[in-house]
């Protein structure tokens, strides 16, 4: 069995186009809440959303190219061009048909889907584009990334909504791991607001009308978002044989289903995936120093997780650093658990944990320490990264520090 | 406003899980078996039915703790509404 290391991030999210300006944010509390720009909010009673900020697709595409991309597709390119720069691999020359691109998006490309439905339904448009159907499939984004980089190995596309980017990596780092594949393109990627959307999420009346603040009293919900990251992984082997900068190790990936309600999140699946990943990394819970949290922000999210630290961890509950990231970009769904990694792989490599922010004071039903409002300096060698998705679909991600 | 009155309570009884019988305004909402989306389903079939928006967070406590409650409300609801039309 393989060593699986991180040798490339790249992110396109709410706080910064790259991940050295994402991580900056982070770091620094900074949150990407701001009224909606990117579609029309007149009738929707939605007034904060993390929507990505300035991304020019021009300045990314030619106009050829842009036909075949929604916005779902252009962030998964760039963030995949951040992160195979950063590798410094190639995928022209047999390595890519050795290597994987496992992209998941929770619903694909929404922009395209929302502005044909208007044309259809609202203008009765007598034609369409012609792209409509290979621009909104959910695999597009990982069909994208395998045609701009010539990957040619195992490529698909997962979607289990809020978890989709992690069980992406997850499925990337087994296959990595096991030999089946040398190398993985992995994450996720999402571009979910717009005006039918985010009607649609205001209709299950789980939305905040303020901000996101995971695990504080007086929270009122989740913030949507959109974005997205890729990891590069590859085995440790061939990392050093090549000289790559080792940015971090994935150790373990642990999946569950609830199989009960279809929303309402279970504590019972969620010590089972994360119980799971800890076993699949042969880590004992008392090994792990982070946590980063589902942590949407709903009173039933924040208050079941709590309680599912609490069955995992036990008493070393209390000793976990427990970061929200959602609490400054927002949920970006399949993208969420990509962004989430690239948030973990940082600060295990830079030894600072990222703030929950917008904390007000704790909740009775949320009693750990969720590192509030402000970044802190901690060495820190293992961590946890949680998606617990709609659906009752769970995955976790194991993560360690690389030392050398 | 017999009519909303009658029309809640048929909506609440489409989801009642533990049928004991015909509903009563006294009835605790909490008893019924309604889970979390058979409440986002009633608050949604009850806005459809009236043509009016019920606010409601699911993240804040559901505010109506019994049947006659909820149909209080959605009478107050109705009233406000053809006052203002």
């Not at chain 1, 962004?339 to 039903?365: C, F, H, K």
């Not at chain 2, 058979?38 to 993240?59: M, R, S």
Request: with cysteine.
């Amino acid at each position: 069995m393989n060593r699986v290391v991180i040798t490339g991030l790249g992110t396109v999210s709410p706080v910064g186009l790259s991940t050295q300006s994402y991580w900056a944010a982070l770091t620094a509390g900074r949150s990407g809440f701001a009224a909606p720009t990117i579609f029309d909010a007149e009738r929707l009673n939605t007034r904060v959303v993390a929507e990505v900020k300035g991304f020019v697709p021009a300045d990314h595409f030619d106009a050829r190219q842009i036909g075949f991309l929604d916005r779902v597709s252009q962030f998964a390119v760039v963030a995949a061009r951040e992160a195979v720069a950063q590798s410094g691999l190639s995928f022209r020359d047999g390595l890519g048909e050795r290597t994987a691109a496992i992209v998941g998006s929770g619903i694909g490309g929404q922009t395209t889907q929302d502005d044909n439905f208007k044309r259809i339904y609202a203008e009765n448009a007598v034609r369409v584009h012609p792209l409509i159907i290979p621009r909104t499939m959910p695999n597009a984004p990982a069909s994208q990334i395998s045609m701009f980089f010539g990957i040619k190995g195992p490529t698909y596309a997962v979607s289990t909504a809020c978890a989709s980017a992690t069980h992406s990596i997850g499925q990337a780092f087994h296959l990595v791991r096991a030999g089946a594949v040398t190398c993985a393109v992995a994450g996720g990627s999402e571009a979910q607001l717009t005006t039918g959307t985010v009607k649609a999420w205001e209709a299950m009346r789980i939305l905040a009308p303020d901000t996101c603040r995971p695990f504080s009293r007086e929270r009122k919900g989740m913030v949507l978002g959109e974005g997205a990251a890729i990891l590069v992984l590859e085995p440790l082997d061939h990392a050093v044989a090549r000289g790559a900068a080792i940015l971090g190790e994935i150790v373990g990936f642990g999946m569950s289903a609830d199989a009960g309600d279809l929303t309402a999140p279970d504590p019972d699946g969620m010590v089972r995936a994360m119980a799971a990943a800890l076993a699949d990394a042969g880590l004992v819970p008392d090994a792990i120093d982070h946590i980063n949290a589902h942590g949407t922000g709903t009173t039933a999210n924040d208050a079941t997780e709590t309680a599912a630290l609490h069955k995992t961890f036990g008493a070393h509950a209390a000793r976990l650093a427990i970061s929200s990231t959602k609490s400054m970009v927002g949920h970006a769904l399949g993208a969420a658990g990509a962004l989430e990694a690239v948030a973990v792989v940082m600060a295990l490599r830079d030894g600072v944990i990222p703030p929950t922010m917008n904390y007000l004071g704790p909740d009775p039903a949320c009693d750990l320490d969720y590192v509030p409002n402000e970044a802190r300096r901690q060495p820190i060698a293992t961590a946890l990264s949680n998606s617990f998705a709609f659906g009752g679909l769970n995955a976790v991600l194991a993560f360690r520090r690389f030392d050398g | 406003m017999v009519d909303v009155a009658k029309g809640v309570i048929e909506l609440v009884s489409g989801k009642v899980r533990n049928k004991q019988g015909p509903l009563k305004m006294s009835d605790a909402l909490e008893n019924l078996g309604l889970e979390s989306l058979d409440v986002l389903e009633l608050t949604f079939a009850i806005e459809e039915k009236f043509n009016i928006e019920i606010p409601f967070n699911a993240n804040t406590e559901f505010d109506f703790k019994t049947v006659g409650e909820l149909v209080h409300a959605v009478e107050g609801l109705v009233a406000k509404k053809t006052a203002s039309a």
